[in-house]
């Protein structure tokens, strides 16, 4: 998407001329940094480059501004104890000429984001996902805010169901029905409260030259509370052969690894309408997704 491009028709327009000011005025230490705009920034956020060693992200809209300012809370707290780089802020910004929000500098992250049916070390990187996930799990949950994506299942039962419907005549929605009705008969998660990531998909993933996990972003969702959407990689990223791997590191039993694959089912039934008029790779990757998990439960697969 391009930096300049408004999400909604009255929002901010968020550019490197805007980025430019708001350093000069706040953080006028690094106003000699050029701008540059990151091209595969979000549809929530817009992220620049600020100098070859940072980076600066900015909500365009309001729900994307109340995740960043999770990020400020905690993300600082939280890093210490991950394994991999994770957007902790170096500087938070104040709201100023026109625009709306809170805004950060990061710590500029290398990598590219992984591709689906492209890994060059699918194991090696079930591995390195799953020792995020354990670490993550592992911080103190005390006082954090309670994850978006915590919820039961039975919560995204009206959206997976709206997509569906829309969806009809590109896939088995009967089997797709059939499939997300067993997945809500699941028993739901009886552990303790933890630390989740919340959106561990594709576009969030840094990977090195070697394939291997580098960095981890985009924290919007982050939380404590049940963490079973964060076994979604396992099908929106890993092949069939490296899910025994993941699984097995994660310690995953039968019931959560079935409510596992239902969230990253519903998120991609969900995705597919969302994005398919503006994000095709992320449409694409969303309909693999509902073809294997149709697949992998004896299903008909999706058109």
Do not use: K
Not at 151 to 180: E, F, K, N, V
Not at 185 to 201: C, E, N, Q
């Amino acid at each position: 998407m391009c930096a300049a491009a408004r999400t909604l028709p009255d929002g901010p327009v968020v550019d490197a001329a805007l980025v430019r000011r708001l350093i000069s005025a706040q953080f006028p230490q690094w106003e000699r940094l050029p701008v540059t705009p990151v091209s595969a920034a979000g549809t929530d956020n817009a992220m620049f480059r600020l100098g070859p060693e940072l980076a600066v992200r900015l909500p365009r809209v309001e729900w994307a501004a109340a995740g960043l300012r999770r990020e400020q809370q905690w993300l600082s707290r939280l890093a210490p104890r991950l394994p991999l780089p994770v957007p902790a802020p170096l500087a938070v910004g104040r709201p100023a000429g026109g625009y709306p929000w809170e805004w950060s500098v990061l710590r500029w992250l290398d990598g590219t984001n992984p591709v689906a049916g492209s890994l060059g070390a699918p194991e090696a990187l079930a591995r390195d996902l799953a020792g995020f996930v354990n670490a993550l799990r592992a911080a103190d949950p005390a006082g954090g805010p309670a994850a978006q994506r915590s919820t039961p299942l039975a919560a995204r039962d009206g959206a997976t169901r709206t997509a569906i419907a829309q969806l009809s005549g590109h896939l088995d929605a009967a089997a797709a029905t059939a499939l997300w009705e067993r997945a809500l008969r699941l028993p739901g998660y009886d552990g303790p409260p933890v630390w989740m990531h919340g959106d561990l998909t594709p576009g969030n993933l840094l990977i090195s030259r070697t394939g291997r996990l580098a960095a981890v972003i985009d924290f919007a969702q982050m939380g404590v509370g049940d963490p079973t959407a964060d076994l979604i990689p396992a099908w929106n990223l890993l092949p069939a052969a490296a899910r025994p791997a993941f699984r097995a590191a994660v310690g995953a039993d039968e019931a959560m690894w079935a409510r596992g694959r239902a969230w990253a089912f519903s998120i991609a039934l969900v995705t597919i309408p969302y994005y398919r008029h503006t994000d095709q790779a992320r449409t694409a990757n969303a309909r693999r997704v509902v073809r294997e998990v149709l697949a992998d439960r004896g299903a008909p697969a999706a058109r």
